[in-house]
C-alpha cells in the first residue's frame, strides 16, 4: 500500500523525475510520431533511432563524460547525418528507399556499436552506463537529464501546436501548399528535425532499439479510433502518456522490470486493444458488420425467392411456401434457411403456417423492391451498357443489395422508368 501510494502522488522525487520524463516523451513522440506515420516515413524513424548512437558514442569521446546535452547533439548531428545518406543513396543510385533506409541502418548501428565497444574497453570510469543507451534506462533520468530532455519534448509540443496547419497540409498536399506559398521545402526540414530531435530525447530512457515503437505504435493506435487529424494527434499523445505511466508504474512496483520495455509493451497492448475494438476499424467492428451485412444479404434474397415464386403461381402471393420451393429457387442449406426464416419472421417479414412460409405485407414489399432492384441493374447493363442479356444476371446478384434509394431513383428515370 505504501508503494502504491507513492506511485499515486508521486512524492518520492526519483520517482517523480523518471515518470514527468517519460510522460513529457510519451506525448511529444505520439505527436511527432502522428505526422511520420501519415507522410509514410515510418521506417525513418527506425533508421534514426539506430543512427543516433555513433553519435552519441562520438559525443562522449570528444567531451570525455556523459553530459546530456553533448549527447544529445552528438546524437542529433548522426540522426540527420542518416537522413542525408538514405536521400543521398535513393537520388544517386538505383537502390529504392527502404533498401536504402536498410543499408543506413545496419551501417550506422553497426558503427555505434563499434564505438560502444572500444568506449568500454577504454578504462574511463565515466562511461558507466552508456550502454543504457542500446536499450533504454529510465532509471538513470537524474535533475540535469530531466532538464534538457524535459525542455526539448516541450518545444516539440509547442512547435506542432504552432505550426498544425501547415505540418497538416505537407502531409496530406504538399502540391497545393507549394501553390499557396508555403516553404514545403524547410517545413519538411523542420519536420525532420523534430523527428530526429524525438527520437534523440527519448534513446536515454528507451534505447536505440525500441525507440521507433515510441515514435510510431501512438499514432498507429490513434489512427483506428478517428479520421480527423486533430482527434488523432490528440489520441496519440494520450497513449503515449497513457503508456509512459503505466511502463514507469510496473517498473517501480517491480524493479526488476525495465521501464523503456514495459512502455513499448504497454503501446503494444494498446495498439493490439485498437486493432480490435477501435469502431469502424477495429477488427471487432469489421466482422459484426461484414456479419449482419452477410444475414441481410441472405434475407433480402429468401424474401426475393418467395416473391418470384409467388410471381409464377400467377402473382398469387398468400399461397404458403414450403422450404423445398424457395430451395428450388435458390440454393440454401436446409439448417441455413430455417435460421433465415426464423430472423424474417421476428422481423415481421414472414408468416409461419405450420410447416409452410407466408410473406408478410412488409416481407411483399421488401421482395417486390429486391427482385425490381435486380431487373433495374440487369436492364441498365444489357441497353446501356450493351452486356449480353445472359451474361448480367451475376452482377445484378451482386449489386442489387447495395444500391441506395437514391440510385434507384435516379435509374428508374435513367431507364425512363
Known amino acids: 500500500m505504501d508503494t502504491l501510494l507513492e506511485l499515486l502522488t508521486l512524492s518520492d522525487p526519483n520517482l517523480r523525475f523518471v515518470v514527468l520524463g517519460m510522460i513529457l516523451l510519451g506525448i511529444s513522440s505520439g505527436m511527432v510520431g502522428t505526422f511520420t506515420l501519415l507522410r509514410k516515413r515510418a521506417l525513418l524513424g527506425d533508421a534514426i533511432a539506430h543512427a543516433v ?17 553533448i549527447l544529445l547533439v552528438g546524437a542529433t548531428a548522426t540522426g540527420w547525418l542518416s537522413l542525408l545518406v538514405i536521400d543521398w543513396i ?9 533498401a536504402a533506409i536498410g543499408l543506413t541502418l545496419s551501417v550506422f548501428f553497426g558503427i555505434g556499436i563499434l564505438l560502444l565497444t572500444y568506449i568500454q574497453h577504454s578504462g574511463n570510469a565515466a562511461q558507466s552506463g552508456l550502454d543504457g543507451f542500446l536499450f533504454g534506462k529510465a532509471a538513470a533520468l537524474v535533475g540535469d537529464d530531466l532538464k534538457v530532455f524535459g525542455a526539448l519534448s516541450v518545444l516539440l509540443i509547442i512547435v506542432i501546436v504552432a505550426f498544425f496547419k501547415e505540418f497538416s497540409l505537407i502531409s ?38 525500441l ?9 498507429a493506435a490513434a489512427r483506428y479510433w478517428t479520421d480527423q487529424l486533430v482527434w488523432m494527434v490528440v489520441l496519440a499523445a494520450v497513449f503515449g502518456a ?4 503505466a511502463g514507469a508504474a510496473i517498473s517501480y512496483i517491480a524493479p526488476a522490470m525495465p521501464t523503456g520495455p514495459w512502455v513499448v509493451v504497454s503501446l503494444s497492448l494498446l495498439a493490439f486493444f485498437s486493432m480490435a475494438f477501435a469502431p469502424k476499424r477495429g477488427a471487432v467492428f469489421r466482422y459484426l458488420k461484414q456479419r449482419r451485412n452477410r444475414r441481410r444479404t441472405q434475407e433480402e434474397n429468401v424474401l426475393k425467392a418467395m416473391y418470384q415464386l409467388g410471381e409464377r403461381k400467377g402473382k398469387d402471393f398468400k399461397v404458403p411456401l414450403s422450404e423445398a420451393d424457395i430451395i428450388t429457387k435458390r440454393a440454401f442449406r436446409p439448417t441455413e434457411l430455417k435460421q433465415i426464416l426464423k ?23 421488401k421482395g417486390k423492391r429486391m427482385v425490381k432492384l435486380h431487373r433495374l441493374w440487369e436492364v441498365y ?12 444476371h451475376d452482377d445484378a446478384e451482386a449489386i442489387e443489395h447495395v444500391i441506395t434509394p437514391e440510385l434507384e431513383e435516379e435509374l428508374e428515370v435513367f431507364l425512363d422508368y
Open 53 to 69: 548512437l555513433p553519435g552519441v558514442c562520438l559525443a562522449f569521446l570528444l567531451w570525455g563524460a556523459k553530459n546530456p546535452l
Open 90 to 98: 535513393t537520388a544517386r543510385s538505383r537502390i529504392k528507399a527502404d
Open 172 to 209: 496530406f498536399d504538399p502540391n497545393h501548399a507549394a501553390a499557396i506559398g508555403l516553404p514545403v521545402r524547410l517545413l519538411e526540414v523542420v519536420l525532420a528535425t523534430m523527428t530526429v530531435l524525438a527520437v534523440a530525447v527519448g534513446i536515454q530512457a528507451v534505447g536505440v532499439v
Open 211 to 219: 525507440m521507433a515503437a515510441m515514435l510510431i505504435t501512438p499514432a
Open 242 to 245: 497513457i503508456s509512459a505511466y
Open 343 to 365: 430472423r424474417l419472421v421476428k422481423g415481421d417479414f414472414v408468416l409461419s403456417s405450420g410447416n409452410n412460409w407466408l410473406l408478410t405485407e412488409s416481407g411483399l414489399i
Open 381 to 392: 447493363l444489357n441497353k446501356h451498357l450493351h452486356i449480353a442479356a445472359d451474361h448480367v
